[in-house]
């Protein structure tokens, strides 16, 4: 049994596919049902997923199949009676001449939180409405999340302004990593960790900042860095 706008979501996808040929953005699906995030249409797929309608295909970044539909969906019916599946792929469909298009690896959808500074601290930006999608393989088994990172105090480590990091969630942290520091249960930015005797320095990719030292109890770790992501 679907929910209303399980239902409502479902035959959009399938009328959407129909006529474009290609899956509708979150956006799209956003707008398309009236609702106020992303994540909202999330759980919509994942409980689409979840009763079979649906299944994500191993490989392919937002592709999801069509598994059947419910009884009162005219679409339903198909030659003999049987509902033909399709496959909806946000990848190219086509190619510059002389490319080659790889093919798309498996995509685990990270919360996008917001903005966190890589120069003067700033508040983390917790913005649960904004997904991005990551390669599987680059993660571990740990639970994880992504942040925009604005400002150039960690160029020489190559994260530039306008970057993603992709950030393990854990409290601790080995000595010379890459991590985020909530400092002072307020501010939070993207710094090396290091222990200088029973002190916390925060230090910075770039000698045109200074490392920032603290009593232990005015730091907590929020995660680690794992990997970034860069558009061109």
């Known amino acids: 049994m679907l929910t209303k706008k399980q239902h409502e979501l479902l035959l959009y996808i399938h009328d959407h596919l129909g006529a474009e040929g290609v899956s509708p953005s979150f956006d799209e699906m956003k707008e398309a049902l009236g609702l106020k995030s992303k994540s909202g249409i999330h759980r919509l797929i994942t ?15 937002r592709a999801v199949e069509v598994l059947r539909l419910p009884d009162d969906m005219p679409q339903a019916a198909a030659a003999g009676g049987q509902f033909a599946p399709r496959v909806i792929q946000g990848a190219f469909r086509t ?7 790889a093919s798309v690896v498996d ?3 990270l919360p996008l939180y917001g903005k966190i500074a890589a120069g003067t601290p700033i508040e983390a930006l917790r913005d649960h409405s904004n997904y991005v999608d990551v390669p599987a393989g680059l993660l571990g088994r740990g639970e994880h999340y992504a942040l925009a990172v604005e400002g150039d105090s960690m ?7 306008g970057d993603t990091v992709v950030i393990e969630r854990g409290e601790t942290a080995e000595t010379g990593a890459i991590v985020v520091a909530l400092i002072d249960d307020e501010e939070a930015t993207l710094k090396r960790f290091r222990r200088h005797g029973k002190s916390i320095a925060l230090e910075p990719a770039n000698t045109a900042y200074e490392t920032r030292i603290f009593p232990p109890e005015r730091v907590q770790i929020q995660g680690r860095l794992i990997c970034l992501l860069r558009r061109y």
Not at 95 to 101: H, N, Q, R
Not at 155 to 161: K, M, P, Q, R, Y
């Open 47 to 61: 409980g689409l997923v979840e009763r079979g309608f649906i299944r994500r295909l191993p490989h392919r970044a």
């Open 95 to 101: 190619s510059l001449p002389g490319t080659t298009v």
């Open 107 to 109: 995509a685990v959808q």
């Open 155 to 161: 160029v020489d480590a190559g994260i530039l302004d």
